[in-house]
């Protein structure tokens, strides 16, 4: 399939260089995140806090393989967590090119401070739960990858220049 797919960890992003990548190729972006958050009608905190996070996963899976049946082609912006399942990984596979966006955990904790809509990382020490998850998910997400962008001190029209 030509889906352009976009992974990496949360505030690399993903969802900024898909609107941009998606308008210049002139195709439809389509977040998991917010396609999640529209069909279930609740934020993602809510869905954390009311579900657990097992049911949001499963929510992920629900929602590429929607996508694998669509004809249409998009650019797809994913949630942080979703290539950690294995299933996940194949299904993006077959979803077209996945391209991964490495972010450092400076970066990260620069643009997301004060964030409080990752229930993730509403912890008393942000940073290291940030090192933490970017250690335990760097391998899959570089299993998931058919290409790796570094994206610290880039900018968008830059990434967006990279991948295409
Ligand atoms: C998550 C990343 C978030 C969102 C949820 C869990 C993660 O998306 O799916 O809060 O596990 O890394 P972004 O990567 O768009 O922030």
Same mark, same amino acid.
């Given at each position: 399939?030509?889906?352009?797919?976009?992974?990496?960890?949360?505030?690399?992003?993903?969802?900024?260089?898909?609107?941009?990548?998606?308008?210049?190729?002139?195709?439809?972006?389509?977040?998991? =995140?917010?396609?999640?958050?529209?069909?279930?009608?609740?934020?993602?905190?809510?869905?954390?806090?009311? =579900?657990?996070?097992?049911?949001?996963? =499963?929510?992920?899976?629900?929602?590429?393989?929607?996508?694998?049946?669509?004809?249409?082609?998009?650019?797809?912006?994913?949630?942080?967590?979703l290539p950690?399942?294995?299933?996940?990984?194949?299904?993006?596979?077959?979803?077209?090119?996945?391209?991964?966006?490495?972010?450092?955990?400076?970066?990260?904790?620069?643009?997301?401070?004060? =964030?409080?809509?990752?229930?993730?990382?509403?912890?008393?020490?942000?940073?290291?739960?940030?090192?933490?998850?970017?250690?335990e998910?760097?391998?899959?997400?570089?299993?998931?990858?058919?290409?790796?962008?570094?994206?610290?001190?880039?900018?968008?029209?830059?990434?967006?220049?990279?991948?295409?």
């Open positions: 399939m030509n889906n352009y797919v976009l992974i990496g960890f949360m505030g690399c992003g993903k969802s900024t260089i898909g609107a941009a990548l998606a308008e210049t190729l002139k195709l439809p972006m389509l977040d998991t =995140d917010a396609w999640i958050e529209e069909k279930q009608g609740r934020t993602i905190s809510t869905i954390f806090a009311e =579900d657990g996070e097992p049911a949001f996963r =499963d929510m992920e899976t629900a929602c590429i393989r929607e996508l694998i049946e669509s004809e249409e082609a998009y650019v797809i912006s994913t949630g942080g967590g950690m399942r294995e299933e996940n990984r194949a299904l993006l596979k077959e979803l077209g090119q996945v391209i991964y966006l490495k972010v450092s955990a400076d970066e990260v904790c620069k643009r997301l401070a004060g =964030d409080t809509t990752r229930p993730l990382l509403q912890c008393e020490n942000p940073r290291a739960r940030v090192e933490a998850l970017l250690a998910r760097e391998a899959k997400y570089m299993a998931a990858a058919d290409r790796v962008l570094c994206v610290d001190g880039k900018s968008v029209d830059e990434i967006v220049t990279e991948i295409l």
